[in-house]
């Protein structure tokens, strides 16, 4: 049976925006040595806005646009909303994309006018044999640098624009890792984001501990691999991209402003998307578990 203090703080949770799922997680909680994050949709707003386009040869920005907008608009992945909004809001032409495919982790694919389009990040490009990938090194290390995100679109296998895009750290966020650092807790970031971009958010928040890169079932293992060290690991997701790290892990935290699939692979859902929900999650359940020794 389940003590009555154990339901108390389940209660107290939900007031809180933290949901529970079932009472045994509040004693797992309590044990949590080190909390996995994701970057985008978890500490990141995952409302990204784009901040650049830079065109390759001969292509216009409008017809690049028009072209990602079309195959974007069948994904749910938050750089791909904000292309589409990008595209809305500077009035460009609409186009229809058939064949649409989602790569998660990696990009999408589509076909529009009868051409190849593909948007992603550079190493998934390079596997569909883009070329024209290297020419763009210099401008998309400036804009990671300024903690944009890059996705590389290509035209018939022929790189044809970057767009950068950048998603604000949330502001709840900064507070929620300096608590987590206080409570003694390892914090560690994980995103499918290129190396530079990941950099420059860690920096902001001080993080110092991060990978970048990461593929969904990479973040999975890595979660697997800290279990086996001994660790006991709070994994803290918003997409379909964290589900398998999400159920790999000790306790599963998912945004509730994220993909349902998170929600469903998670023990915790934190109402508003507010990581400071970890914080009390975590304070909750050391009083809980106080109180029934
Ligand atoms: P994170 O781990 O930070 O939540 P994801 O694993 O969702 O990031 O995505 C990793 C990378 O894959 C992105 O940075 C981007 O380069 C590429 N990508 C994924 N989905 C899309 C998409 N719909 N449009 C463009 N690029 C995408
Ligand atoms: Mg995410």
Redesign the pocket.
């Known amino acids: 049976a389940t003590p009555m203090s154990v339901m108390v703080g389940v209660g107290r949770g939900a007031k809180e925006g933290v949901l529970i799922r079932d009472a045994e997680i509040l004693e797992i909680m309590e044990k949590v040595d080190t909390i996995v994050v994701?970057?985008?949709?978890t500490l990141t707003k995952g409302r990204s806005a784009v901040t650049a386009i830079e065109t390759q040869g001969d292509w216009s920005e409008s017809d690049v646009l028009a072209i990602a907008a079309a195959v974007?608009q069948s994904?749910e992945?938050p750089?791909?909303r904000a292309?589409v909004e990008y595209a809305e809001a500077s009035d460009t032409q609409r186009r229809v994309a058939k064949d649409f495919q989602?790569t998660?982790?990696?990009?999408?694919v589509a076909e529009v006018d009868g051409k190849h389009v593909a948007?992603?990040?550079p190493n998934?490009l390079a596997e569909l044999n883009v070329t024209g990938l290297e020419s763009v090194r210099d401008p998309a290390e400036q804009h990671q640098a300024n903690a944009a995100?890059v996705?590389y679109v290509a035209v018939d296998r022929s790189l044809a624009a970057i767009i950068a895009i950048k998603d604000p750290i949330k502001s709840s966020t900064p507070d929620a890792i300096q608590a987590l650092h206080s409570l003694g807790l390892r914090v560690v970031m994980?995103?499918?984001?290129?190396r530079s971009t990941a950099e420059a958010v860690a920096k902001q928040l001080g993080i110092d501990d991060f990978r970048a890169n990461?593929?969904?079932e990479a973040?999975h293992d890595f979660v697997q691999q800290l279990k086996q060290e001994g660790k006991t690991v709070a994994m803290c997701g918003?997409?379909i991209?964290?589900a398998p790290a999400l159920a790999a892990s000790n306790v599963g935290i998912a945004m509730g402003t994220g993909t349902s699939v998170a929600m469903e692979s998670a023990g915790v859902t934190l109402v508003g998307g507010d990581l400071r929900g970890v914080v009390a999650a975590k304070q909750l359940s050391q009083k809980t578990m106080r109180n029934i020794r």
């Not at 994701?38 to 949709?41: A, S, V």
């Open positions: 994701d970057k985008t949709g974007e994904s992945h750089l791909g292309i989602s998660t982790g990696k990009g999408v948007i992603g990040n998934w995100t996705v994980l995103t499918g984001d290129a990461v593929s969904p973040k918003d997409g991209n964290d």
